[in-house]
């Protein structure tokens, strides 16, 4: 029974698809193709203009394969011929192929039949055919290659083609789709770029627009326009293919300083960048994002952003979280912690890997064993082959041969057994060297795993490299929050309430680890190991890491400092015999700290010709010299005397 096969081509719109596929079925009913086992329908509709020629070269792959494998293909109806033209390779092998089996093609559009009656090749419809698949195939290109020069044409003239266009510009339907600059925008652009010049910061320039009312000029805006080189003329690749000129608004010297400027403020900011180890971990408890740090403490990243109302005119910070918490103190809680965790982490893989590496060694050894049977055999199958030749069953070529595969063999697991020892070797090397770093010898004994865990514990702690510590805090820490607390702490007078930080540390491995930092207890602030309760357990010492200083309090030490050296060398100046303070007591009678000072303490010889201003201590130097020669300490004589010789 001869079969159809109805070949729709792919379309834009299911609709067209299927309309096709009904008129093509009707045809191959009315020719005689009445049940649906006699028809074949290949394509399918929805396929995009790119796919088109993979699509196609599919499909013919499909009719040819069905040409091949069912028996009985007579007749192929297509739509349209024109459609067949996107592939002009795939076409001529498909008709090669149908008019090698005589398969009749009839195409709708327009009405072609490549066989006559007969089931001949009609030649001036097969002319016909392969002129219009050239045609149609000549038509598309010079098509694509109209519109391509046309918006290529279009879009050098600076005519809108399409897409967006950037801050600044309109286009102007009146003259052909011309692209203008918007006046009002484009002084905006030129203010910009002036500010920015001028040292303005981009947030700034942004917190000016905002309080002028011009909110569309968001800190996001600023920064983009900043960067967009075409403000300058300067024609830019657009949508992958097309050069696009625009009207400049700025010149391009001025463009080119304004990116050195922004490499430069680049370059300081991440030069200065502080490594903080909570970075990225510190979470506000409140909204869950990021705290980071302003000044020197973490806080909630959206409750303190003053430019969010710069990025968008309606945003605001969501979160009211305005707790803070000090870099230096979570800081050196995190570095604590992490110390206690890696620590832990290194003993327990390691001893994992220890028995992992065990484990291997074990299965090597068997295999090495193993190996003297195997060389034993070998031997056994020498001797046979020798016995068979000797018996003269063997030609002597083919007992050469046979001797030589099985030294091929007996070489092969001599090879086996160096890879073995070489792995063993390995193994055990790494046993004894890699985690014989935190020796495992009394593994078994608590006094041993303790003095282990103090040893890594104290080589971790020894490092001093911010991002190398980072790095292990970030290695096991997932998050971090902290909120406030109340807890009963003991201080020199009594057990009493105090502020404090509840802090928790969430680590990968799904533990949670719970402290309390409290900054006020008397001393310079006191950290406690809590539970999940927050029930506190322990006070716990992290080394205090002072790394992140705050500007005003650095200021006001010195300028006390200043305040300080102006007071001394008005009132009690060196020219006058004064020596103010212990250090130039001691410098000058050439003798320790705590000798000097023992000596003008209200305990030592000088006490009565000591001045105490503040904290500090003043005495003459002559008057210095005279009470010490009469002290009854020989080194006090002696270092008056030395002392004498100096007045
Ligand atoms: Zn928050």
């Not at 430069?264 to 200065?272: F, G, M, V, W, Y």
Request: charge should be positive; charged fraction near 35%; aromatic fraction near 10%.
């Amino acid at each position: 029974m001869s079969k159809a096969i109805i070949w729709c081509r792919v379309s834009t719109t299911q609709q067209e698809f299927d309309s096709q596929k009904k008129d093509l079925i009707e045809q191959a009913i009315r020719d005689g193709f009445k049940k649906e086992s006699d028809r074949i329908v290949i394509g399918e509709a929805g396929a995009s203009a790119i796919k088109m020629n993979e699509v196609y070269q599919q499909e013919v792959d499909k009719l040819i394969e069905a040409i091949d494998t069912v028996s009985g293909v007579s007749t192929i109806y297509v739509w349209e011929v024109s459609r067949l033209a996107r592939n002009e390779i795939a076409f001529y092998q498909m008709k090669d192929k149908i008019i090698k089996n005589r398969i009749q093609l009839i195409c709708n559009v327009p009405q072609i039949k490549l066989l006559d009656d007969n089931g001949e090749v009609n030649h001036g419809m097969e002319i016909t055919l392969n002129l219009l698949v050239t045609l149609a195939k000549q038509e598309m290109e010079i098509k694509m290659k109209r519109f391509d020069r046309g918006r290529r044409r279009k879009a050098a003239e600076g005519k809108w083609t399409g897409g967006t266009i950037s801050y600044g510009y309109t286009v102007d339907f009146n003259r052909d789709r011309l692209i203008v600059r918007d006046e009002e925008k484009a002084q905006y652009v030129k203010e910009i770029y002036e500010k920015y010049e001028a040292g303005m910061s981009q947030a700034a320039i942004a917190r000016d627009f905002f309080e002028r009312g011009i909110t569309e000029i968001t800190l996001h805006q600023v920064n983009r326009i900043l960067n967009n080189e075409r403000y300058t003329g300067k024609m830019m690749i657009h949508g992958g293919a097309f050069e696009r000129a625009f009207p400049p608004i700025i010149t391009k010297e001025q463009y080119e300083r304004c990116r050195k400027i922004a490499d430069k403020n680049n370059l300081t900011l991440s030069k200065a960048k502080n490594v903080y180890y909570g970075d990225h971990i510190v979470r506000c408890y409140k909204c869950g994002k990021y705290c980071d740090v302003q000044g020197v403490c973490y806080h909630c990243y959206d409750a303190f952003n003053r430019l969010k109302s710069l990025s968008s005119a309606t945003a605001k910070p969501n979160c009211d979280n305005h707790l803070c918490i000090s870099a230096n103190c979570m800081d050196s809680l995190l570095w604590y912690v992490a110390i206690e965790v890696e620590t832990d982490y290194i003993l327990n893989s390691a001893e994992k890997d220890r028995q992992l590496y065990q484990e291997k060694i074990k299965n090597l050894k068997a295999k090495f064993d193993n190996i003297e049977k195997r060389l034993a055999k070998c031997d056994e199958k020498r001797q046979r082959v020798r016995d068979v030749y000797l018996e003269g069953d063997l030609s002597i070529e083919e007992r050469d041969k046979r001797y030589q595969k099985i030294e091929l063999e007996r070489h092969d697991i001599l090879n086996e057994k160096i890879e073995y020892q070489n792995d063993i070797e390995h193994y055990e090397n790494l046993i004894e060297t890699v985690l014989g770093k935190y020796s495992f010898d009394d593994i078994e004994s608590i006094e041993g795993n303790l003095k282990q865990i103090m040893k890594l514990s104290q080589q971790i702690a020894s490092i001093t490299d911010d991002k190398e510590r980072s790095e292990i805090v970030h290695r096991h820490f997932k998050k971090v929050t902290y909120e406030n607390a109340t807890i009963e702490i003991e201080f020199k007078t009594g057990k009493r309430p105090a502020r404090a930080s509840f802090i928790k540390i969430y680590l990968y491995n799904d533990t949670v680890l719970y402290y309390y930092f409290v900054p006020n207890n008397g001393r310079n602030g006191g950290y406690f190991k809590a539970d999940a309760d927050g029930n506190v357990l322990n006070e716990i010492f992290p080394e205090y890491q002072r790394r992140f200083m705050d500007k005003g309090k650095i200021r006001r030490r010195e300028e006390g400092r200043k305040l300080r050296k102006e007071y001394k060398e008005e009132n009690y100046p060196k020219e006058k015999g004064y020596l103010y303070g212990v250090q130039e007591i001691a410098e000058f009678l050439e003798v320790r700290w705590a000798t000097a000072r023992f000596w003008v303490s209200p305990e030592g010889p000088g006490a009565k010709i000591t001045k105490r201003i503040g904290r500090n201590i003043v005495v003459k130097r002559d008057e210095l010299v005279d009470v010490l020669s009469k002290f009854t300490s020989k080194v006090a004589r002696e270092a008056a005397e030395r002392a004498s010789r100096k007045l």
